[in-house]
């Protein structure tokens, strides 16, 4: 009954609209794969696997080397701290054939969470036939084994987002930096914002970003940014806050002037008084724009309710963010409101999320889609042709997945267009 069930929920599924107009899946945590085993996605589902009530899509079925027609080597987290994301990204991936009907492709599967095989692994899945191996997901693992992807001339996308690792055959995947801070200045542009605050953590993430505003702002000169740092570690909200609205420099200007309109004792300096009085500082930001470009939900969560206390005020200075923001609970700190950041197209990940947790009953990570709409791709291409090659990667007009139009590019680069959503009335309102 159960997998009657399964088959059934398979049948109604939305149709997968893909290239132009391609559709993503996230993830989910169970199964523990190692190297030698070769899973391929058929019509039926021969069986269902999973941990805590967590279902992961998974085939029994060990496929030959004869029958094979396009090997896809996938290197994911499958055991170890990140084990959720690397099964998450394993089901997206096969609920991507799934989708496309796609019988003629398997997946050579190595555990990057396993620190003591991996790269050995690794080693052996590149003597094979693999035309393509997608992975790992963190930066520092594709770190180790880059000189070997560049002297085999191995074509590997990695979901990283790291646009550093980019060269000829590596392709990083995952939505960088540099297509969220252009986004984002791009559209400021059109508001004719000139003048930023920045607050930024103190790390390689922090560095990054101020990098990429650099690098934007070097054909953007009547822009002007200025950081504030602080430590993730041990964030102190209420002095950053502070230090952004120079807040004791305008209460000692407050202080000054009310002492200055009580000397006076006039009608006009009394009616003066009365409304300073209402007031915690005294003259205008030198900015117009805060930039609030955290890593977690919870550091925006503090520094959203903090700043207006400082008298950054969101009814006067525009809010500005990044992914971090698309999350629902944004929607419920006034200090958001009004402000707007950059995302992936919000509606068809919540219908992408909808549609997982049927499958596999959880809510899966949101690099799921990254690895529905890859593999996805790549399902499609070889349906056409019966052939896959690296070339038809490159397609001038990009192609359409749930995280929106993207573009592989020769010197390992992928282009996105994100959009802009405001918070408007506890809505996500895209721009």
């Not at 700043?307 to 009814?315: A, C, E, H, Q, R």
Request: hydrophobic share 35%.
């Amino acid at each position: 009954m159960q997998i009657r069930s399964f088959l059934l929920k398979f049948i109604v599924v939305l149709n997968f609209i893909f290239f132009l107009s391609c559709e993503s899946t996230e993830y989910n945590q169970s199964e523990k794969l190692t190297y030698d085993q070769s899973i391929k996605t058929e019509n039926k589902i021969n069986s269902l696997q999973g941990e805590k009530g967590n279902n992961t899509l998974v085939k029994n079925d060990v496929i030959s080397k004869d029958s094979e027609k396009l090997v896809i080597g996938l290197m994911l987290p499958l055991t170890g701290e990140h084990y959720r994301i690397g099964t998450t990204l394993l089901n997206a991936a096969q609920l991507a054939l799934e989708k496309t009907n796609e019988n003629n492709i398997s997946f050579k599967v190595i555990d990057t969470g396993n620190d003591d095989k991996w790269i050995e692994n690794f080693y052996k899945l590149t003597n094979q036939n693999i035309e393509l191996i997608i992975g790992p997901v963190f930066s520092e693992k594709v770190k180790k084994i880059q000189n070997i992807i560049e002297e085999r001339k191995i074509n590997l996308i990695t979901f990283s987002n790291n646009s550093l690792l980019e060269k000829t055959n590596l392709f990083v995947y995952g939505v960088t930096l540099e297509d969220e801070i252009k986004t984002l200045l791009d559209y400021s542009n059109t508001k004719n914002l000139k003048s930023f605050s920045v607050i930024l953590p103190e790390n390689e993430y922090g560095k990054k970003i101020k990098f990429e505003i650099e690098k934007y702002s070097i054909n953007q000169n009547k822009m002007n940014f200025n950081y504030q740092f602080y430590n993730p570690n041990n964030p102190d909200f209420y002095n950053i806050s502070k230090t952004v609205s120079d807040y004791e420099e305008r209460k000692l200007q407050l202080e000054e002037k009310i002492i200055e309109l009580e000397s006076k004792n006039n009608e006009e300096s009394k009616n003066e008084l009365k409304k300073l009085k209402k007031l915690d500082t005294l003259g205008e930001l030198d900015f117009e724009a805060i930039m609030i470009l955290t890593q977690s939900f919870n550091e925006l969560s503090k520094l959203s309710s903090i700043l207006p206390y400082y008298d950054i005020d969101p009814k006067n200075i525009q809010y500005i963010g990044n992914s971090v923001w698309n999350n629902d609970l944004s929607l419920k700190e006034p200090g958001l409101n009004g402000g707007y950041f950059t995302s992936m197209n919000i509606n068809k990940i919540k219908s992408f999320e909808e549609e997982y947790i049927q499958y596999f009953g959880h809510k899966p990570h949101k690099l799921g889609t990254l690895s529905y709409d890859l593999v996805g791709l790549i399902a499609r291409l070889y349906k056409e042709k019966n052939q896959y090659f690296i070339n038809d990667l490159y397609s001038k007009s990009g192609f359409i997945g749930i995280n929106g139009w993207f573009r592989f590019e020769t010197d390992g680069k992928v282009r996105r267009k994100l959009n802009i959503y405001k918070i408007l009335n506890k809505k996500f309102v895209i721009k």
